[in-house]
């Protein structure tokens, strides 16, 4: 059976099946944003690491080396950000064709310290080999977390809204300019959707903000787009969700590139994925509270953009005109084509 | 300027040079086999990751899923061994082409589950990614060791002693064995090798044994073969060493492949690489002993192969019949062909 059948996320759900943990350490192993272990009583340490593969996440021509080594630790920061927790240290695995410059290597190098140190962050290690045919990077960073303030997606109950940080599908329409270059958008539109999908900017401030706030239940972070992250919270918490159409916030600039795309905007904040947001759920009681918290303390804004519902319920989109319709988890999957 | 023309050691360099530690918490950073991280007052922590990629380090069908399992894990458990530490928890990246089986999946887990476990240590996270082309796998090991235990690259000092657990050069004989199948050689002698180069196994119960010893002053895992990694000791701690190449413990098996294959053994055993032995150094009072604790708590032999002199006397290769050679680094560079 190949893997294209199966999928990446079934891959993962059968290889985490015949995974056991053997020490007693492990708090969570395979199947969050990051893995959290007890290696002090007063606080956990996480784990995490991502891959980005040329001609499969970025095209080298598309992303400038010191824009690939920002975005490669962002993508793995967003992951500690998601638990609620404090990146700390950060290891880097590059795989290089011979024909690679020295100073393609300083750029991605600069792009990646420029990134980790605005979070307090080191790069303590890493490893290089040659690889043929394409360049590869894949960071690791851990961080650490109190453990009574740590994020998991399989804390979310029915009744509790669901809150997203900053407004979704920036990255998605970064792209859709950046596959083609002929099209003529407003600069102003076009550099914040560039930045968005080539510079994402990891939520940590505002995944500590939340956590401290004590008042939200799960967390994770958009990396492959709202309709596929909230089936994780979703399985992970065994609920269901109904996710509000209108109120899911959307840039004018993502408006913009939409329609010049003849696409629908809410396709690319929904399904477009790498916005690395912050998705979190709350008891409605204290959900704006939480929203107008965050916001205050990061200049971050928070929607509140649907609600968990019991498992049976499923998981559907509420359009704009009350249509309810089913939301399928239509993000990206590596092995799927 | 090419990455090739500065070779990968020169990339390291270069990178380390530019990278700036701003937390107080790293020990050790980038040029060791492990960051070393102050994380808990009694316990540092330690971080290593390798990259195997087909093609580069394995060939697909030389080795099975299993074999590449165990031995991706066998060599970032090394480089945990050869701080003196214990292993604790790993994590892993695959960059998969989508013609992969599950099943071959299924059993390179398989392979680092049995190579892990053996060690107490869980598998604990990982990301994997659509990779045409070719197979890589990226495995990210934590550990920890006591401070007063920890053994650096950089501890030799003129005078020591230079030990070296096991026999050097069975993994290259198995690697000559396994790119010429065609070579007749007893099956004892061919089993031994191929499993030396397919299936290493890391010194873990030795690097914690020589620790613990406290007699012990540097140590590396022999990874690029032995001229390589006495440089990288002898660099680290700014002093010279002389081999004597008629001590390095060198198995019947490979004396006999090296003589199938028109070799000198002594060229597999200091160049040849992927041994995972331990290489370590210690004052020549307490040596012997040791060799001998070491031997009798692990039942894996130790040998004195060598000594470190001053810097200004570099590094020497002293031959079976009292010649003096220059030690040439010329173990395995990713980048230089």
Same mark, same amino acid.
């Given at each position: 059976?190949?893997?294209?059948?199966?999928?990446?996320?079934?891959?993962?759900?059968?290889?985490?099946?015949?995974?056991?943990?053997?020490?007693?350490?492990?708090?969570?192993?395979?199947?969050?944003?990051?893995?959290?272990?007890?290696?002090?009583?007063?606080?956990?340490?996480?784990?995490?690491?991502?891959?980005?593969?040329?001609?499969?996440?970025?095209?080298?021509?598309?992303?400038?080396?010191?824009?690939?080594?920002?975005?490669?630790?962002?993508?793995?920061?967003?992951? !500690? %950000?998601?638990?609620?927790?404090?990146?700390?240290?950060?290891?880097? =695995?590059? @795989? *290089?064709?011979? #024909?690679? $410059?020295?100073?393609?290597?300083?750029?991605?190098?600069?792009?990646?310290?420029?990134?980790?140190?605005?979070?307090?962050?080191?790069?303590?290690?890493?490893?290089?080999?040659?690889?043929?045919?394409?360049?590869?990077?894949?960071?690791?960073?851990?961080?650490?977390?109190?453990?009574?303030?740590?994020?998991?997606?399989?804390?979310?109950?029915?009744?509790?809204?669901?809150?997203?940080?900053?407004?979704?599908?920036?990255?998605?329409?970064?792209?859709?300019?950046?596959?083609?270059?002929?099209?003529?958008?407003?600069?102003?539109?076009?550099?914040?959707?560039?930045?968005?999908?080539?510079?994402?900017?990891?939520?940590?401030?505002?995944?500590?903000? !939340? %956590?401290?706030?004590?008042?939200?239940?799960?967390?994770?972070?958009? =990396?492959? @787009? *709202?309709?596929? #992250?909230? $089936?994780?919270?979703?399985?992970?918490?065994?609920?269901?969700?109904?996710?509000?159409?209108?109120?899911?916030?959307?840039?004018?600039?993502?408006?913009?590139?939409?329609?010049?795309?003849?696409?629908?905007?809410?396709?690319?904040?929904?399904?477009?994925?790498?916005?690395?947001?912050?998705?979190?759920?709350?008891?409605?009681?204290?959900?704006?509270?939480?929203?107008?918290?965050?916001?205050?303390?990061?200049?971050?804004?928070?929607?509140?953009?649907?609600?968990?519902?019991?498992?049976?319920?499923?998981?559907?989109?509420?359009?704009?005109?009350?249509?309810?319709?089913?939301?399928?988890?239509?993000?990206?999957?590596?092995?799927?084509?």
């Amino acid at each position: 059976m190949l893997i294209s059948e199966i999928g990446q996320f079934g891959l993962i759900r059968r290889i985490s099946e015949g995974i056991a943990y053997t020490e007693g350490d492990v708090v969570v192993g395979i199947g969050d944003d990051a893995a959290v272990l007890r290696v002090r009583e007063d606080r956990y340490l996480l784990g995490t690491c991502d891959i980005q593969v040329e001609g499969v996440h970025f095209i080298r021509d598309k992303i400038t080396p010191y824009q690939l080594g920002r975005k490669s630790m962002a993508i793995n920061l967003s992951d !500690i %950000a998601s638990m609620g927790g404090i990146p700390k240290h950060a290891w880097v =695995s590059l @795989g *290089l064709p011979l #024909d690679t $410059t020295v100073e393609y290597v300083d750029a991605l190098y600069e792009g990646m310290k420029d990134e980790t140190e605005r979070f307090g962050v080191d790069i303590v290690g890493g490893s290089m080999a040659h690889m043929p045919d394409r360049l590869m990077v894949d960071t690791f960073i851990i961080g650490e977390v109190e453990p009574d303030l740590l994020l998991l997606r399989s804390g979310a109950r029915p009744g509790d809204l669901i809150l997203v940080t900053g407004q979704l599908g920036d990255s998605a329409a970064g792209l859709v300019l950046l596959l083609d270059p002929a099209m003529s958008c407003e600069e102003a539109y076009a550099k914040k959707a560039m930045e968005a999908h080539l510079t994402p900017t990891p939520r940590v401030k505002e995944g500590r903000a !939340i %956590a401290q706030s004590r008042a939200a239940t799960a967390m994770i972070d958009l =990396s492959d @787009g *709202l309709a596929s #992250d909230i $089936t994780r919270i979703s399985e992970a918490s065994h609920v269901g969700a109904r996710i509000w159409a209108a109120e899911i916030p959307i840039s004018t600039a993502t408006r913009r590139i939409a329609e010049l795309a003849h696409k629908d905007p809410l396709e690319l904040a929904i399904f477009g994925g790498e916005d690395y947001e912050l998705l979190f759920t709350a008891p409605p009681e204290g959900a704006e509270e939480l929203a107008a918290a965050v916001e205050g303390e990061t200049g971050t804004p928070v929607a509140i953009v649907g609600e968990i519902v019991p498992a049976n319920e499923g998981r559907r989109l509420v359009l704009g005109d009350g249509r309810v319709v089913p939301l399928e988890a239509m993000g990206w999957d590596h092995f799927r084509r």
